[in-house]
């Protein structure tokens, strides 16, 4: 279900916002129209929707529009015209009033800045957003312990915030944001003020309590590796406008234009990284003289709905089903090979990333990876290629 | 060229207010009145070993132990030179209006960080009222309320506001705009976001502009004499039309003495409350 809509987001910065959309139907460039009219063009015809409960990117240069966009979403900034759509209401035409409590109760966000107020405890900053709905001071201080709890900050309530890392003041960033609990959460830059490591873990922190809490997100970032690593769907903004939305995949192996492209290509490791460094090992596997109960009680085992078979000398044999086992074990039959699909996608352990998404993406099984002379060495799954691939671009920086 | 009749102009704007205001003029010198009268009651009703004790206490509190001792001293020796009713006047007039110039100068300083056009009229203004000499206030003073302690805390409000006014605005002004979004962000009224965020971190600021002020007014003690404001300025000026050295010298000691310990004590409070963005 689509959480928030946007059609048609136009935003100019200056006081004759129609001379710069004149200017743009004609298909003037953002600098020309700076330059004939004054307008600035912030953001110029943009559509998209972000699913509930997903984390939508929004990714791009410096000056392409990001922040703008990003705060036209709760009205910090007035788009001169188009209508976004949250939970079927448009709120471009919303009153103040209205606005208001929308960011009180449904949006909240988070800085890059951080934006902690200084002259208030961690514990009065994380209470602020229900400080100013009234909340007593017991009930909105009892919460705010709670949310700095699940962000791991108990113990700090009482410091300030300049007395925190840069990660811990971020992290009460975020217990801010969470404390009103709102079904969404607008993140710009959130993490760009942190050092590699510290990103790291705050990524995968946000990871983690995205799934438990189950927030729409719209991050904002102009790290590629950031993006593939937390981003459901990605839109790759170029002066002002979308050039292309997708999920990581559709973005590394269908780049719309050279501009994506270009971004992609810094993704190296797509190139360097071959298919050893991202595979994960092949455990569990059946051998061909097992039968199908044998297979069939190691998937139930993971939790798996297929598993590879190999010969005796591990080499590939096929693929086994979970319902193909199952129907096996009906019959009452004690032999797998009839069964197997010897037809598996495979790729060679030296494949390179850049080679193997293709594969993956046209399969719904896994990717078996062998080494020259056939044998299993590791499999591949979807999420785990680019989990690879994310990883592995940390470790280098 | 002939002669503009600047001059002449400002006269009939001052006779008409003189005619049409006099009401105004009048509720406004009961509030001032009250307000003198009553800070003046109040101290010289208090002995004054008193209250050299208190506030030998109260700037201990708030700043340190030896401002607390040399503001001792200090007022030892006013009472020692028999000034200390004289003082007591002066003070009167100096927190009279110095609240009048911060109820005043304070919403006047908000309301110019908050619009542009307030800003923009607003510092020629300021201007104009900090470059005019302080002598000048004293006529529309006279004119419009007589002689006394009301003319001169008239004139002596108009003079310390603009730096109230300044300040307060900068101060404001200064506030990161990351802060101020975020207060947004969480769907702060704008009322919310000024005293839970914008004042408070403009504090220092302000404060610095509440120092002012009070220097100021201490300023305007002996011209505000002129005019029959009373207090150590008289003490002064009976000095200077007498040229008695003596008289004069110690008049002058006595308003040094009060500036140093107001100066001081304000300037605590300020670095107290800073803090580090
Ligand atoms: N208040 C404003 N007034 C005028 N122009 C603005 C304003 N805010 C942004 N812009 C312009 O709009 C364009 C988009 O800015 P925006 O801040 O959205 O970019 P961004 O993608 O967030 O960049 P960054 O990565 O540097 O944060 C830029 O050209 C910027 O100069
Ligand atoms: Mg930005």
Not at chain 1, 13 to 33: M, Q, R, T, V, W
Not at chain 1, 97 to 124: C, N, Y
Not at chain 2, 20 to 34: A, C, S, V
């Amino acid at each position: 279900m689509s959480k928030i809509i946007v059609k048609n987001l136009v935003k100019i910065f200056g006081d004759h916002p129609e001379k710069a959309i004149k200017l743009l139907k004609k298909g003037y460039s953002k600098n020309k129209i700076l330059e004939e009219s004054n307008q600035t063009v912030g953001i110029y015809d943009i559509n998209f929707s972000v699913n509930e409960g997903e984390v939508f990117v929004l990714m791009g240069l410096s000056g392409c529009g990001k922040s703008t966009l990003l705060r036209c979403i709760n009205r910090l900034i007035e788009p001169t015209s188009g209508t976004i759509t949250i939970d079927g209401e448009d709120i471009t035409t919303a009153a103040p009033q209205a606005v208001r409590e929308m960011r009180r109760k449904k949006i909240s966000m988070v800085f890059q800045g951080f934006a902690l107020f200084p002259h208030r405890t961690v514990l009065d900053n994380v209470a602020y957003g229900l400080e100013i709905q009234g909340i007593t001071i017991e009930e909105r201080r009892k919460k705010a312990a709670q949310v700095l709890e699940t962000v791991g900050l108990k113990g700090w309530e009482n410091s300030m915030p300049q007395q925190l890392s840069g990660g811990m003041q971020q992290r009460v960033g975020l217990a801010r944001a969470l404390a009103n609990n709102p079904d969404i959460l607008l993140m710009d830059e959130a993490f760009s003020a942190l050092d590699p490591l510290i990103r790291k873990s705050m990524q995968d922190e946000l990871l983690s309590l995205h799934n438990t809490l189950n927030k729409t997100i719209i991050f904002v970032t102009h790290d590629l590796d950031e993006a593939l690593k937390i981003g459901d769907h990605i839109a790759l903004m170029n002066n002002g406008t979308i050039v292309q939305i997708g999920t990581a995949e559709d973005i590394l192996t269908n780049p719309a234009d050279d501009y994506v492209e270009k971004f992609v290509e810094d993704v190296d490791r797509t190139k360097v990284l071959t298919a050893e460094g991202v595979m994960k090992s092949p455990d569990p596997v059946v051998f061909l003289r097992d039968g199908p109960r044998v297979a069939l009680r190691l998937m139930r085992e993971h939790g798996i709905s297929s598993i590879f078979v190999v010969t005796r000398e591990r080499k590939l044999a096929g693929i086994l089903l979970a319902e193909d086992a199952l129907q096996a074990v009906k019959e009452h039959k004690e032999d797998i090979k009839g069964i197997i699909i010897s037809d598996v996608p495979k790729v060679g352990v030296d494949t390179p990333v850049i080679d193997i998404i293709p594969v993956i993406a046209d399969t719904k099984f896994p990717v078996a990876v062998t080494r020259e002379d056939d044998k299993l060495a590791g499999i591949l799954v979807k999420g785990s290629v680019l989990a690879g691939m994310v990883r592995r671009g940390n470790n280098i920086d | 060229m002939t002669k503009l009749p600047i001059g002449l102009w400002v006269e009939f704007i001052v006779e008409w207010a003189q005619i049409h205001l006099e009401w105004l003029f009048d509720f406004i010198t009961m509030i001032i009145k009250l307000l003198v009268s009553g800070i003046e009651t109040i101290f010289l009703a208090v002995p004054p070993l008193v209250i050299i004790v208190l506030v030998f206490i109260l700037v201990w509190f708030v700043a340190n132990r030896g401002l607390a001792i040399g503001t001792a001293i200090g007022l030892f020796l006013i009472q020692n030179m028999q000034l200390w009713e004289a003082s007591i006047e002066t003070l009167a007039l100096i927190l009279a209006s110095t609240a009048l110039a911060l109820v005043m100068g304070i919403p006047l300083g908000i309301l110019t960080a908050r619009s542009d056009f307030a800003h923009k009229l607003m510092m020629p203004l300021l201007d104009f009222m900090q470059t005019m000499p302080a002598f000048v206030y004293l006529i529309p003073a006279v004119l419009f309320f007589g002689l006394g302690q009301v003319p001169g805390l008239f004139a002596t409000v108009i003079f310390a506001m603009p730096p109230t006014i300044r300040l307060t605005g900068l101060g404001i002004r200064q506030v990161p705009a990351e802060l101020v979004e975020a207060a947004d962000a969480f769907g702060s009224t704008e009322w919310q976001k000024l005293v839970r965020i914008q004042v408070p971190l403009a504090l220092p600021t302000i404060m610095a502009g509440v120092n002012q002020c009070i220097m100021l007014s201490l300023s305007m003690v002996v011209i505000a004499a002129m005019i029959g404001a009373g207090g150590l300025g008289t003490e002064v000026l009976a000095g200077l039309s007498r040229i008695d050295i003596a008289k004069g010298f110690e008049g002058g000691l006595a308003i040094v003495i009060m500036a140093v310990i107001l100066d001081r004590v304000t300037q605590s409070l300020t670095e107290k409350r800073k803090i580090k963005v």
